[in-house]
């Protein structure tokens, strides 16, 4: 690791909780995304949108969801 990686690393240590994740989350952000990836998720976020608007689907409630689940892997 190269010195301004390692006093970069010092530095962000230093910061709080919260001030991390934020940094954590822009770096992310930051690094190649494939196109073609972003488009498809893009796309299943509307098809879903649009089960939920028509009423084909409903929505569960996340403890109801959390409580099947494991009742089913049990």
Do not use: H, Y
């Not at 530095?11 to 989350?25: D, F, G, I, K, M």
């Not at 822009?26 to 998720?41: C, F, G, H, N, T």
């Amino acid at each position: 690791m190269s010195s301004t990686v390692e006093a970069l690393e010092a530095e962000a240590l230093q910061l709080s909780a919260s001030e991390r994740a934020r940094l954590v989350e822009r770096l992310i952000a930051s690094l190649d995304i494939d196109p073609e990836v972003e488009e498809a998720w893009a796309a299943e976020i509307e098809r879903r949108n649009a089960e939920i608007e028509s009423g084909a689907v409903s929505l569960v409630p996340g403890p109801d969801a959390l409580a099947k689940l494991k009742t089913e892997f049990r």
